[in-house]
């Protein structure tokens, strides 16, 4: 729970000025399903291995705001974590997403939660196999991309941890799960796009899994608040993933 103490502590910090990371160390490619699928990398400095994230976005892509996805690549290689933002919707994905009803978009996700999957098994795959990988890989992801994260993380035991941000696991995929790896969720408790219980339910499942898991409420905090340029809870929410990652993937 986000106490009045963290809330003064999260204001201290936003106070602070925040450096822009500017472009990708690296942009390639990860072919899955047929379709080649843009991979970001933002690489932490240094020759030596070091663990990776691989962050997969929302419905309506990195570039609906890129910055506030940037923080956290900010945040993580300022630990010595790379970080790899998958564009993981295809050409096909993007138009039943922006064109459909609420419905229609839930039917179609349910359908493509499993390819998906594939295609972060692809990319890490491709992660692992680099010469300053150390062999350490998380998870984070935000709204449909969290959903996509767990059920990525239920089938992949390579993935070491799993930081979700207003999601929670693919109900298809919740009845199968035999293995989860520690993870965080975050959510707003005022979030009308994606209810609590799913934030919850998740963590829920983890420890029915036998995994270390947490939840964060944040009160009166709506669908992707740390998205906001001025909330408190901007900062406090990109310090409890980067130190939860960190804290995880350290060898």
């Not at 450096?19 to 390639?28: I, Y």
């Not at 940037?70 to 970080?83: H, K, P, S, V, W």
């Not at 207003?166 to 298809?172: F, K, L, Q």
Request: no cysteine.
């Amino acid at each position: 729970m986000i106490t009045r103490r963290t809330a003064l502590t999260g204001l201290a910090t936003l106070l602070l000025p925040i450096p822009a990371h500017g472009a990708p160390s690296e942009e390639f490619k990860i072919v899955s399903g047929g379709d080649s699928l843009s991979v970001s990398r933002y690489a932490a400095a240094g020759s030596e291995r070091r663990p990776a994230v691989i962050a997969l976005h929302g419905a309506h892509g990195v570039e609906i705001k890129p910055r506030a996805y940037e923080r956290y690549a900010d945040a993580l290689t300022a630990r010595g974590i790379d970080t790899y933002f998958l564009s993981y919707m295809a050409p096909a994905d993007m138009v039943a997403l922006t064109s459909t009803s609420h419905e229609t978009r839930e039917a179609y996700e349910t359908k493509r939660f499993e390819g998906w999957a594939d295609t972060v098994a692809a990319t890490v795959t491709d992660v692992l196999g680099r010469p300053d990988s150390s062999g350490r890989i998380g998870l984070l992801g935000f709204s449909l991309g969290s959903y996509i994260a767990a059920e990525a993380a239920a089938r992949d035991r390579r993935i070491a941890a799993l930081a979700v941000l207003y999601g929670g696991m693919p109900h298809a995929m919740a009845t199968k799960i035999k293995h989860l790896p520690p993870l965080i969720v975050l959510h707003g408790e005022a979030d009308k796009n994606i209810p609590i219980e799913e934030g919850r339910q998740l963590v829920a499942l983890g420890k029915l899994a036998g995994a270390d898991a947490e939840f964060v409420p944040y009160p009166g905090r709506a669908h992707g608040f740390d998205f906001s340029d001025t909330d408190p809870m901007t900062r406090d929410a990109i310090d409890r993933v980067t130190k939860f990652f960190q804290a995880r993937l350290a060898t």
